[in-house]
């Protein structure tokens, strides 16, 4: 099939990409990866990994798309919108049906209440369903002020000196978790923005007490099958001190609420070469890693593409993901997500390449010969320890993520297909020029 009969299948079909558009678009390079994918997997199984079990894991990875990142996101200095932005919550599953249609691994969405409170709850569930959408965690906001609202988060929400405000943070929590059920969420994503920016303006302890003691009385309303992911930030909105600032903190409060309470890490949310993937082992072990939110950094929580800055670092984290997820089932099932801004690459490219990044940082860590690494650690033979995790990293695994993509009925290189489809220009053809999604 011609280039310009896809496009033709992807206008009438309103961006719907079909299993038919891929398999055709997938022609031209199938024979090189049959050529690349036997290649690898001959290796690989000399090397005793079993190629067609790390594709299925693969296939059945899926991480969440968080509805704030399908349009532009912008800075303290400016947004530059996108054209073609989804305009409304079934505009941006519609987005996310794309991405998964292509990649085969965006198979579920991170909503942020209210940037995207439901209007009609049925539709809302019926195109997530049309798309092999599920809801993953739901995400409070009470780092804005929102529109009616009595009081003001300008010292603070869950921590604030005022019973009123806290009690208003709680119940938006409350208010969220309902929306989460009526849609078949099981989670809820706790992040605030509550701190100081100079010294003495907040009393520490007392900030402490206020936000631990309302995230007790939002967690007594989670219903039995839910978790709550407590996320942590070392810096900003407030620059001198952060109410949750580590991964410590929250851990303590996860546990001061109870055993549904759970730690979420950001990758952005940590001060610069922090080693973040000693932090993931700790709470592995201790059975409170929670949820997990993917992007990259090269300053602070810059919110950039996966993989795109540091992905050796990635790499380490998804070593200890991987060790964990096989031998610490005191340890629940991990929610997943991306958490990302973009303000000068077309969102759903740039969620494109996160999603290859993550898929290729978990393949690499799924080839490290864990029995040798474990000998050659008891050894103390360090030189050999750095071999296998690098003899691991330097692997090209992305033969066997297009071959998880293929089984799934996906596209074999989802930028090329999503250009050569003209997605974006559909996109822009549909909607117009000036709309704006909402959130960041």
């Not at 959408?133 to 003001?152: L, R, V």
């Not at 936000?211 to 909105?237: A, F, G, H, Q, V």
Request: hydrophobic share 35%; net charge negative.
């Amino acid at each position: 099939m011609e280039i310009s009969q896809c496009q033709f299948y992807a206008q009438k079909y309103k961006m719907k990409i079909t299993e038919t558009i891929l398999q055709d678009s997938n022609k031209l390079a199938k024979a090189s990866h049959d050529r690349n994918y036997d290649h690898l997997s001959e290796n690989l199984d000399k090397a005793g990994k079993n190629s067609a079990e790390i594709t299925g894991k693969l296939e059945d990875f899926q991480v969440a798309i968080p509805s704030w990142a399908l349009g532009a996101g912008g800075t303290r200095f400016g947004r530059f919108s996108f054209a073609g932005e989804p305009s409304n919550l079934l505009e941006k599953l519609d987005d996310i049906g794309i991405l998964h249609a292509l990649t085969q691994t965006a198979g579920a969405v991170s909503l942020h209440i209210p940037w995207d409170i439901p209007e009609d709850y049925s539709a809302v569930k019926e195109k997530a369903r049309s798309h092999g959408i599920a809801f993953e965690a739901m995400n409070s906001n009470t780092f804005q002020d929102q529109k009616n609202s009595k009081e003001s988060y300008k010292h603070g929400s869950l921590s604030n000196t005022s019973e009123a405000v806290r009690e208003q943070a709680i119940q938006h929590n409350i208010d969220v978790i309902k929306i989460g059920e009526k849609l078949g969420s099981k989670s809820l994503t706790v992040w605030l923005a509550d701190g100081a920016s100079f010294p003495g303006q907040s009393h520490f302890q007392s900030a402490l007490s206020n936000t631990e003691n309302s995230l007790k009385k939002i967690y007594s309303s989670l219903p039995e099958d839910w978790k709550m992911l407590i996320e942590y930030k070392p810096y900003e909105p407030n620059f001198y001190s952060t109410v949750i600032q580590d991964w410590g903190t929250s851990f303590m409060l996860a546990n001061a609420c109870g055993e549904k309470a759970y730690t979420l890490v950001d990758l952005g949310h940590h001060l610069p070469n922090t080693n973040i993937e000693q932090i993931v082992s700790t709470l592995m072990l201790k059975g409170k890693l929670g949820g997990f939110h993917f992007n990259d950094s090269k300053y602070g929580d810059d919110d950039l593409t996966v993989g795109s800055i540091k992905p050796y670092a990635l790499f380490l984290i998804f070593n200890e993901l991987v060790y964990g997820m096989e031998n610490n089932p005191q340890n629940p099932d991990l929610s997943w997500m991306i958490d990302a801004s973009h303000n000068i690459k077309d969102p759903l490219e740039d969620l494109i390449q996160s999603l290859e990044a993550i898929q290729e940082a978990y393949a690499k860590a799924l080839l490290v010969d864990r029995k040798a690494l474990g000998a050659a650690q008891q050894n103390h033979d360090v030189s050999l320890c750095q071999e296998i995790f690098q003899q691991a990293y330097r692997t090209d695994v992305r033969p066997l993520l297009e071959r998880a993509r293929l089984n799934r009925n996906g596209a074999l290189n989802p930028i090329k297909a999503y250009r050569e489809l003209k997605v974006r220009e559909n996109l822009i053809s549909e909607r117009g020029t000036e709309t704006v999604a909402s959130g960041l």
